[in-house]
T-cell receptor
């Protein structure tokens, strides 16, 4: 089955530093990947849509200069949290849809998330 | 605004019983509705997709119904097992083809 690998699974950083999270589709290609954020006992909230070879599309309220997204290949998207603050501490999850799949309503494959703690 | 509502209270049931979870939505006209399972500290895992012209979909012990008039989907787990304990998420596609999720319902199956 389709596998999405996300790394690191857990990271602790100091306030003001930057953290990069990688998301790879291991056995399929994805022109589009999606980045979500989840706070405890809350729903997954879509942050941005990552498009291979072009700029990401950010959801309202998400700062594009703070959450840098790069989708340089059909199997890799990265999210960089710049100048992290304690309020950025959260669970970040990437997902992708196999572009060879059924279409825009086909299921998403999720990574196992990155727990970011900013001290 | 668009909303996906799931009963946020945890559902506790005894092993062997049927668990029924509810998903209601507003301001969507979905052609599809999806259900995912999420375990603590993990990403969601796809379970079932049901189309608007399907009243019911089954997969092993899982059954999903979809009523576009009531704007509601029901998710059933029959003969529940402790291993079914997890959070179950209802999801609908937004205009950008990403998924919007409900808050999820936590299910606890006790022996």
């Amino acid at each position: 089955g389709a596998v999405v690998s996300q790394h690191p699974s857990r990271v602790i950083c100091k306030s003001g530093t930057s953290v990069k999270i990688e998301c790879r589709s291991l056995d399929f290609q994805a022109t589009t990947m999606f980045w979500y954020r989840q706070f405890p006992k809350q729903s997954l909230m879509l942050m941005a849509t990552s498009n291979e070879g072009s700029k990401a599309t950010y959801e309202q309220g998400v700062e594009k200069d703070k959450f840098l997204i790069n989708h340089a290949s059909l199997t890799l998207s990265t999210l960089t949290v710049t100048s992290a603050h304690p309020e950025d501490s959260s669970f970040y999850i990437c997902s992708a849809r196999d572009q060879a799949g059924a279409g825009s309503n086909s299921p998403l494959h999720f990574g196992n998330g990155t727990r970011l703690t900013v001290t | 605004s668009q909303k996906i509502e799931q009963n946020s209270e945890a559902l506790n049931i005894q092993e062997g019983k049927t668990a029924t979870l509810t998903c209601n939505y507003t301001n969507y006209s979905p052609a599809y509705l999806q259900w995912y399972r999420q375990d603590p500290g993990r990403g969601p895992v796809f379970l079932l997709l049901i189309r608007e012209n399907e009243k019911e979909k089954r997969k092993e012990r899982l059954k999903v119904t979809f009523d576009t008039t009531l704007k509601q989907s029901l998710f059933h787990i029959t003969a529940s097992q402790p291993a079914d304990s997890a959070t179950y998420l209802c999801a609908l596609t937004n205009s950008g083809y990403a998924l919007n999720f409900g808050k999820g319902t936590s299910l606890l199956v006790t022996p």
